[in-house]
């Protein structure tokens, strides 16, 4: 199977889990140097699982992240978290650990829509410090 193919099992096997579940999905745009988009999956009130792309316009550049980030707080309207990752980046930063601290802000009434800052340090064979900040929208 072409890496397309494997792209597109781990997504229709993620909408169909989230959709026999009682956890939320949602999806993500976290702009960086090179933006990225996240897929995740939210297990009750304090586990946070996300699948990342990131990529260039001409998709030279392929980046791939999983997370999984542990909330800290109980707000509904914000929700600081820190995550423990995995990065895999031939191009550029080789494969690396990644350890996201960031927060999710939800200052709707309804708590679809929201933004969200992290920051995240990456090792591995080069260590970088990663800013980023987006919208998140969750499937509720």
Request: proline residues 4%; without cysteine.
């Amino acid at each position: 199977m072409k890496p397309k193919g494997y792209l597109s099992a781990l997504v229709l096997t993620l909408l169909f889990v989230a959709q026999n579940a009682t956890a939320q999905f949602g999806v993500s745009f976290h702009q960086s140097r090179i933006g990225f988009v996240g897929i995740n999956y939210e297990a009750g009130r304090h586990f946070m699982a996300e699948f990342r792309i990131s990529t260039d316009v001409l998709f030279e550049t392929l980046a791939l992240e999983g997370i999984g980030a542990l909330r800290i707080g109980r707000s509904e309207e914000i929700n600081p978290y820190v995550g423990l990752g995995f990065r895999f980046d031939p191009e550029n930063l080789g494969a690396g650990i990644l350890l996201p601290i960031g927060m999710n802000i939800y200052p709707f009434e309804n708590k679809r829509f929201g933004f969200h800052l992290e920051l995240a340090p990456i090792v591995g064979e080069n260590a970088i410090v990663r800013g980023s900040w987006g919208i998140r929208y969750r499937f509720l």
